[in-house]
């Protein structure tokens, strides 16, 4: 059985001879309980190019202390680690299967090995209030780290040092704010490694290369431009810095992507909400970058990538599409007045939505574990390492990005103008595909090209949610089709049903009136931003 704990803490680095300060009299603290010491064995398992630990995830097997097990700490967010324990069970050599399942994208086909353990003699120091509630533990470790070595016949590196970390059981932010400021006046400082792994690893780290990505937030949208040799000139922008070539901004542009899918990966394996939508979000820019940087990459090894992303978008599509339908459903029943609700038909649609969210998380999961996706990744990852750039991966990525924005911007409006002479539903759907392209291919270039491609990202923002709701009921009428006829069937009244499908008509009506409202004005901001 898998608990998930949320981890709030802060560590400092600390000398041999620092002495912990008197903690009483701290915000909420009525007592001070006495020190407990305990000895903390830890063994941490990675692939041999470390892509759990560049990817910020820790996988450790603990024994001694109250949380011995098998623990997979996530990346931080807001603050606080995520944090997995499963029991110690048998297994020593490797980790359990279901231990590994969450980072399987990460780790994929990799075999996880030991690579480092940690000896820690902890003192922990519990701060309770006046009911008894333990507030925060401060944890005084001395460690004695030992990285493994890599390959047969290197040396093991052992690395000692002391540390204090804090961490809020049920204190609050002020709490943790003031056990620090106290630590730090005592002479600690703020912790120079992330992780007791990070500081132990830190060689290996630097020189490992692999396929892991850094999580998508430290990915830069636009690397600086190389340094240009001498004697040969360089293309310079209006501040006078050297402009990068295309084949690097692409390069970057690909790598970002590339980290939000593992991000989003990772939401979907530990049933975070919305992890379903980011991963197809994250694969369809990857497919609109692929097309779109045609110039600038051999499609001759792209499109087979592309073909493979749209694959997967399909496999989550039922997952996603039916989580949307029915939520928006419940909220539109929510607002309807009350007479007008006739039978149990809230209760039909949180039921429907139970099963659709079990069926989804089954479906999805089972999508992302199949070899083909784990293929799929690796080549992604092989793909941004070393990308094939074409001739014009060498030119200035301004020249480049606005005829890619150019190009972009002529398919959309030649959708929309086969959307003008159609009165087929699929023709409008074709224009927001379109949009979607110029909005991700915008988005890779607005570093570059500046405020009026920003601007272009925002108007098309709007056209692509007004374009969406009109495709969501396309989705929820057939919905409401088919649960009106089962209350039919269950001898309910019906009427309700039919009122929510002529709602979602009229805001399909509406959403069409809207984008050819907004089209005109989207027409020039379209062209300024391809000058």
Request: proline share 7%.
């Amino acid at each position: 059985m898998t608990i998930e704990h949320l981890e709030i803490e802060q560590k400092f680095d600390v000398d041999e001879a620092y002495v912990l300060p008197d903690l009483s009299g701290l915000p909420g603290v009525a007592e001070v309980r006495a020190p407990v010491e305990h000895v903390l064995e830890a063994a941490y398992y990675d692939t041999v190019d470390l892509r759990l630990a560049r990817a910020r995830v820790t996988l450790r097997r603990r024994t001694g202390g109250t949380d011995a097990g098998w623990h997979v700490k996530l990346p931080p967010a807001a603050g606080a680690r995520r944090e997995l324990h499963s029991p110690l069970g048998r297994a020593t050599r490797t980790p359990p299967k279901a231990v590994l399942e969450p980072v399987l994208g990460i780790v994929r086909r990799a075999p996880a090995a030991e690579v480092a353990t940690l000896r820690t003699r902890r003192v922990v120091t519990e701060l309770a209030d006046a009911e008894g509630r333990v507030l925060a533990e401060v944890a005084d470790d001395h460690v004695t780290g030992t990285a493994l070595s890599a390959a047969p016949g290197e040396a093991a590196v052992v690395t000692v040092w002391r540390e204090v970390e804090v961490e809020l059981v049920d204190g609050d932010e002020e709490l943790l704010a003031a056990v620090a400021t106290t630590l730090v006046a005592a002479g600690a400082r703020p912790a120079d490694a992330p992780s007791k792994l990070a500081r132990v690893l830190a060689d290996r780290l630097d020189e490992v290369q692999g396929p892991a990505l850094p999580p998508a937030a430290a990915v830069p949208a636009a690397p600086a431009a190389p340094a240009v040799p001498a004697g040969k000139k360089c293309k310079k922008d209006r501040t006078g810095a050297a402009v990068a070539p295309a084949g690097e901004v692409v390069r970057a542009s690909l790598q970002l992507q590339v980290a939000s899918l593992q991000d989003a990966d990772l939401m979907v394996r530990t049933g975070q909400p919305d992890g379903v939508h980011q991963v197809r979000v994250a694969c369809r820019r990857l497919r609109s970058l692929l097309a779109a940087f045609r110039p600038v990459l051999d499609r001759a090894h792209t499109d087979p990538l592309r073909e493979e992303l749209a694959q997967v978008g399909a496999a989550l599509s039922p997952a996603r599409d039916g989580e949307v339908a029915l939520a928006h459903l419940r909220e539109l029943v929510d607002a309807q007045p009350v007479e007008l609700v006739l039978g149990p038909v809230a209760a039909r649609l949180q039921q429907a939505a139970i099963a659709e969210e079990r069926s989804g998380d089954t479906h999805a999961r089972r999508a992302l574990a199949s070899a083909a996706y784990l293929q799929l990744r690796d080549d992604l990852d092989a793909l941004v390492a070393e990308p094939p750039l074409t001739e014009d991966a060498a030119r200035p990525a301004d020249e480049v990005l606005r005829e890619v924005l150019a190009h972009a911007g002529k398919r959309l409006r030649r959708a929309v103008r086969a959307a003008q002479d159609s009165e087929q539903p699929e023709a409008l759907h074709a224009v927001r595909k379109a949009a979607k392209r110029v909005r991700y291919t915008a988005e890779a270039a607005e570093p570059v090209l500046g405020r009026p491609v920003a601007e272009l990202v925002s108007a098309l923002k709007g056209v692509q949610a007004v374009l969406g709701d009109r495709q969501d009921t396309y989705l929820t009428r057939p919905l409401c089709i088919q649960l009106g006829l089962e209350a039919f069937a269950a001898g309910e009244n019906a009427w309700t049903w039919g009122r929510l499908h002529a709602l979602e008509q009229a805001r399909g009506e509406r959403a069409e009136r809207e984008f050819w409202t907004r089209w005109p004005e989207l027409r020039p901001v379209l062209r300024s931003a391809a000058r």
